[in-house]
């Protein structure tokens, strides 16, 4: 069965320092690939989504990942993080090896805490 | 403004009981879903609806049943049968039903046990 793998489930950073949030996801021929931000108590919302062309993926708020095909990876990326980006950050996958379906494979998230 | 309302924020279930969660979408999307998420374990879809009059079970459907007779709602109802309730809910929709489609997601319901 397909499924996302977030290896940290905390990363600290300090304001105005890079970050990286780690994305494993299970092989297979094609996948569509998301990233999502849950800011406290809230819905989520989209940052970015590969589908397919570049392997670089631009988002809001400065964020972009990378799709890896060999490694199976899609690693999100800011290279300044202000306060405001403190939130939960998922990763979803959407397998097309079962058809044209909108069904979504969560991780399970990573916390992201922005320390002044 | 277009977009997704849950309601109530929070709600209170006693033993036994069944209660309703309320989505409501004014986006004119197709596709609607119920998403259940506990602490450590992200998002776990517990039934979607591709068309209005048409719903399908996710991975965890049992003790939660749906019904989708208008395009815009799509309420969700926790029964008695459901033994661990306890989790924030989130209700999503997208435009159409297709792969790569963007899921806009609601505020959330916040489910607590008596």
């Known amino acids: 069965a397909q499924s996302v793998t977030q290896l940290d489930s905390q990363v600290p950073v300090f304001e105005e320092a890079p970050v990286e949030l780690r994305c494993n996801y299970s092989?297979?021929?094609?996948?569509?690939l998301f990233w999502y931000v849950q800011y406290p108590n809230q819905g989520l919302q989209l940052l970015l989504k590969?589908?397919?062309?570049?392997?670089l993926v631009k988002g809001i708020n400065g964020f972009e990942a990378e799709f890896n095909k060999s490694q199976t990876s899609f690693h999100l990326r800011k290279p300044s993080v202000h306060i405001s980006d403190t939130a939960e950050y998922f990763c979803?996958?959407?397998?097309?090896?079962?058809?044209?379906?909108?069904?979504?494979?969560f991780g399970t998230g990573t916390l992201l805490a922005v320390q002044p | 403004d277009g977009g997704i309302t849950q309601s109530p924020k929070y709600l209170f279930r006693k033993e036994g009981q069944n209660v309703t969660l309320s989505c409501e979408q004014n986006?004119?999307?197709?596709?609607m879903y119920w998403y259940r998420q506990d602490p450590g374990q992200g998002l776990r879809l517990i039934y979607y609806?591709?068309?209005?009059?048409d719903f399908q079970k996710g991975d965890i459907a049992e003790g939660y049943s749906v019904s989708r007779e208008k395009k815009e709602s799509f309420p969700l109802t926790v029964t008695s049968a459901q033994k661990n309730p306890t989790a924030f809910y989130l209700c999503?929709?997208?435009?159409?039903w297709g792969a790569g489609e963007t899921q806009y997601f609601g505020p959330g319901t916040r489910l607590l046990v008596l």
């Open positions: 999503a929709s997208t435009e159409l």
């Open positions: 092989s297979s021929v094609s996948v569509y």
């Open positions: 590969y589908l397919s062309g570049s392997t």
């Open positions: 979803a996958v959407s397998d097309l090896e079962r058809g044209a379906t909108n069904k979504l494979i």
């Open positions: 986006l004119n999307h197709d596709a």
């Open positions: 609806s591709q068309i209005v009059n």
